[in-house]
């Protein structure tokens, strides 16, 4: 599995994601069944009427004559029905499944972003792991190295016997660090298996460096305004207002009517009648039903005014409440647009801080090595003593562990900005990171 594909397989198998999904969908649904209600729909249909019957009835019951008749016809037709509530309340309803459907969404997309940031930050442990063994394991060598010097150098005379067992120490100390640091990658990867759900044995495809994605070319101002209009929270928010204002609006409702409108246009057409003989002419011709599709149209709307004289406060305190929902509505969009705007501003700086850092480190570790390098040569040819080889080593080592935190510490500052700017997924946000 790549990273993109266990953020993909923890999503799907999340009971919160699926349970998420199942409101959003929920939500989605009763947003149909609001539009339905708001806005006219438009119907099609095809009607057969078939009618047979035989009774003694008729011209023919004085003989005892049973006469049977059959009876067909097809209508066809396009309707519309639409019933405009008082006030305009069924927009308010609209508004208002609009605002439930945008919050259940922003939930939705919250609850995969936490699950996307915990596979990340659990991947890139690994991955970080993985990069402290290879430090530990160069720093076995190197101890190998000054082990090899002490001896050559006691066996020459110019070094004391104790050296030897400082570094034998100290070789051992490494070997001892390189096998508990093996122990932490396959306890990681567990820890990864078992953060998405999957199987303890599951296997995973971890890049041999850490990526080290740019950063974005706009502004601050401009990805603040791209947050803005694309952050599910305040999209939620900016339609919890609008439902707000709409149900405020709507205090007014019994000043007018209710008004249903219903139309339909289509043909009807009567086999078992076309071609009948009905009568005859004054010239002995017969008279018959002529052939064809008569078709038909109507329209009608019925209009229904009721205005409340006693409602024991009912309207009042409708309005207050009213007023105190759109008051808290609009309060919750301000905080959720301030909100992105310190998000947009500590992720982004927190992302060049992480590079800047990230320099550094890089500068930190070269010189560090070159510094463990030279004494390794100034030991053995006798200009330092082993102590400060010793020393140097731990700063190279420790150099090169600071400058793989400082990397996997920048990818995860750069999904942290684009997941808070809205326009990327779960699983986009880490797309060119593999």
């Known amino acids: 599995m790549t990273l993109q594909d ?26 149909a069944i609001a539009r339905g209600t708001a806005y006219p729909t438009v119907n099609g249909s095809l009607q057969n009427f078939m009618q047979k019957n035989a009774n003694y009835a008729g011209p023919y019951a004085v003989i005892g004559e049973a006469q049977e008749q059959v009876f067909s016809q097809n209508t066809a037709q396009v309707g519309t029905n639409w019933t405009i509530d008082t006030g305009g309340f069924s927009l308010m309803q609209l508004a208002s499944a609009r605002a439930s459907a945008a919050q259940a969404n922003e939930t939705l997309t919250n609850t995969e972003n936490q699950i996307a940031s915990t596979v990340t930050n659990a991947y890139y442990s ?3 792991k993985q990069a402290i063994v290879q430090v530990d394991a160069s720093d076995l060598h190197y101890q190998g190295v000054l082990v090899d010097a002490a001896k050559a150098k006691e066996h020459a005379g110019t070094a004391a016997g104790v050296d030897v067992l400082r570094a034998q120490v100290q070789q051992a100390k490494s070997a001892s660090t390189l096998v508990g640091a093996r122990a932490d990658v396959e306890n990681a990867v567990e820890d990864l298996a078992q953060t998405i759900e999957a199987p303890l044995d599951q296997q995973f495809i ?3 460096e850490v990526a080290q994605p740019k950063l974005p070319t706009q502004s601050v101002d401009t990805l603040e305004d791209i947050a803005l209009n694309t952050r599910p929270d ?13 149900t405020r609006k709507g ?32 010239d002995g011709t017969p008279i018959t039903v002529p052939r064809g599709t008569p078709g038909f149209w109507q329209v009608n709307a019925t209009s229904t ?33 301030t909100q992105v705007q310190i998000d947009i501003r500590q992720n982004y700086r927190g992302a060049q801080t992480a590079l800047s850092q990230l320099s550094y480190a890089q500068d930190e570790s070269q010189l560090g090595a ?20 010793i020393l140097a080593q731990q700063q190279s080592v420790t150099a090169q562990s600071d400058l793989v935190a400082a990397r996997v510490s920048y990818v995860e500052a750069i999904v942290k900005l684009r997941v808070s700017l809205g326009t990327y997924t779960a699983q986009s946000a880490v797309a060119d990171l593999q």
């Open 6 to 31: 266990a953020i993909s397989y923890a999503l799907n198998h999340s009971p919160t994601v699926a349970q998420q999904y199942a409101a959003a969908q929920s939500a989605e649904h009763s947003l």
């Open 126 to 128: 690994v991955v970080q």
């Open 206 to 208: 971890f890049p041999k």
């Open 234 to 246: 305040v999209i939620a928010a900016r339609e919890g207002v609008s439902a707000a204002q709409f």
């Open 251 to 282: 205090w007014d409702r019994e000043l007018f009517p209710t008004v249903a409108v219903n139309a339909s246009i289509g043909n009807e057409f009567a086999p078992t009648l076309a071609g009948m003989v009905v009568g005859v002419n004054p």
């Open 305 to 337: 005014f009721t205005l409340p004289f006693v409602d024991w406060g009912q309207r009042h305190t409708e309005r207050v409440n009213d007023d105190a929902q759109l008051a808290s509505a609009q309060r919750a969009l301000d905080a959720a647009r």
């Open 370 to 389: 070159e510094s463990a390098r030279v004494a390794q040569l100034q030991y053995q040819r006798g200009l330092i003593a082993l102590s400060d080889v």
